[in-house]
DNA sequence: TTTATTATTGAAAAAGATTATCATTATCAG
DNA sequence: CTGATAATGATAATCTTTTTCAATAATAAA
């Protein structure tokens, strides 16, 4: 998706949702839609300050809730840490970090559905979701050194 | 892996690395490799001083630090946290955690290399590792609800 | 066994990350 | 414009994890 029609859209649906847009939470909209790579709150309270000098960090926290909560960024788990936010995928996908700089695409992977029936059939257990990811380093990292 | 030949494993590779075998590491030795559920270091805790009465929280924080650095241990990421211990899989294998009591099981999967090569191609990424879990209700969890 | 070395321990404090509180401000419907 | 109230940012409070440090205990050497 566009970046411009990222942030149409995630305006939109704050809208829609009842949220008011502020100046802060545009900032971090803004910030989160355009990045290629997942932020943390602080990663995103700093950039998101060039736009918006007053932000607070817990503004930065808050708006990463809702829009975590509207399904529209996703948090991203890591080998070294947990509190990163990426936009999400249209549709189920699994997603490639780069373990340097962050740096994230999403990929249609195979069908892991029946994988997970046989698990589940297998364990006895009852499937609500799955995890799929690779790491490694992504190309401009792999230039940088 | 039997239990016992587990705690036997992990003692003799804590003390051939040059660690000593004291009564509050072994207590959470004992409790992790014990253990079908991934345990966070407070869980790991309360458990190991039924064993060890005098332990401490930051005792409990330095053994999972070394058994998750001689490979006894993964550290198991999931939705709602990322600091639970498990005992690790023998070769690599997949993870099926429960998401209401973290009971954990490995799985042998399909063979992602092929997927691995494709995504490594396709995004020019160079891929170092993956994660391959699957959430949902164990069979216990399911009857006592 | 006894002793000396030093890794390990637990308590307390510190650091970091996240969340709650609250008076002030700014958005938006009317 | 104006009023209702959602949202903000500063501060404080929590929670988790790490650091510091004197006392203790495990191990190797005598």
């Given at each position: 998706?566009?970046?411009n029609?990222?942030?149409a859209?995630?305006?939109?649906?704050?809208?829609?949702?009842?949220?008011?847009l502020?100046?802060a939470?545009?900032s971090?909209?803004?910030v989160i839609?355009?990045s290629?790579?997942a932020l943390?709150p602080?990663?995103?309270?700093?950039?998101?300050?060039?736009?918006?000098?007053?932000?607070?960090?817990?503004t930065?926290?808050?708006?990463?809730?809702?829009?975590?909560?509207l399904?529209?960024?996703?948090?991203?788990?890591?080998?070294?840490?947990?509190g990163?936010?990426?936009s999400?995928?249209?549709?189920?996908?699994h997603l490639i970090?780069?373990t340097?700089?962050?740096?994230a695409?999403y990929?249609a992977?195979?069908?892991?559905?029946p994988l997970?029936?046989r698990?589940?059939?297998?364990?006895?257990?009852?499937?609500?979701d799955h995890w799929?990811?690779?790491?490694?380093?992504?190309?401009?990292?792999?230039e940088?050194?």
């Amino acid at each position: 998706m566009e970046i411009n029609e990222r942030t149409a859209h995630w305006t939109q649906t704050l809208q829609v949702s009842g949220y008011r847009l502020t100046a802060a939470r545009l900032s971090v909209v803004n910030v989160i839609a355009a990045s290629q790579k997942a932020l943390n709150p602080m990663d995103a309270y700093l950039l998101a300050r060039q736009e918006c000098p007053g932000l607070g960090l817990v503004t930065v926290y808050r708006t990463l809730e809702k829009l975590e909560e509207l399904g529209l960024v996703v948090r991203v788990h890591a080998p070294d840490g947990c509190g990163a936010y990426l936009s999400a995928a249209e549709g189920h996908e699994h997603l490639i970090i780069c373990t340097h700089c962050q740096r994230a695409e999403y990929f249609a992977g195979d069908d892991l559905h029946p994988l997970m029936d046989r698990v589940a059939a297998e364990h006895g257990y009852q499937i609500q979701d799955h995890w799929l990811q690779l790491f490694g380093i992504c190309p401009e990292c792999r230039e940088n050194s």
